[in-house]
């Protein structure tokens, strides 16, 4: 009688630090940063003297290199041990004062262990599909921004990516969701990447109406 099919190994899922320590060392990156992205990024948050910023999932670090070039101080983090470690040898030694590396998952670390208590900019690039409880950790990051300061994501949309890849992406109804617990949200487009710019988080039962345009 032949013997059952032994079960298949588990692949760890992009949701674990394993699958994302693999693409890296496999010396694979993401879409790099492109124009529309800078140039939306410079007009919408644009760094005020000692804006800091929070770069959430920064793989190898091309956008955090750029907050830096741009102004702001930047705490990178990734809870892909290989990222952060390709990140920060990419940068050197003499971008160490205006942008550092950590391993850090967002949802499973205390965010109480942030270099810093609170930034003007909390921004996600191709990170955000990856969150799991993304009510919880929204509300948490809502309450690190500084006066003013901005949460951005910037995300494939699910209507522009092909079905086996609709875990990296947002439908309508996850952009409606996230938009609208903030008293401002505006959306761009960047090259096919929705980029919605968030200010004003509002708590969980206030009744504020949101303006999005
Ligand atoms: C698709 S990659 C994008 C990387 C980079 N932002 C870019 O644009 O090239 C998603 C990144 O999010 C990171 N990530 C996923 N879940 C995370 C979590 N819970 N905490 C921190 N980083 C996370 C992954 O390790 C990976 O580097």
Redesign the pocket.
Known sequence: MAEPAAPAPATPG??R?E???A??AAGR?????GDTERRLLADLCPARAGALAL??????G??ARHLAATGYRVDA????GE?VDRAAAAAGPDAATRVRFLR??????DLGALPNPAYDLVV????YA???DRARLLRALGRRLRDGGALVV?TPVAARTPAHKRH?ALDESEIATLTGGWTQALRRDADGLAMLVLRGPVARDATTATSTS
């Open positions: 992009p949701t630090p699958h994302w320590d693409h890296y990156g993401f879409a790099p940063l770069e959430v999932g920064c793989g190898l091309e956008l983090v990734d809870c892909s990222a850090f998952d967002i949802e499973d670390d996600f690039r191709l990170s990856f969150v799991r910037i990296i």
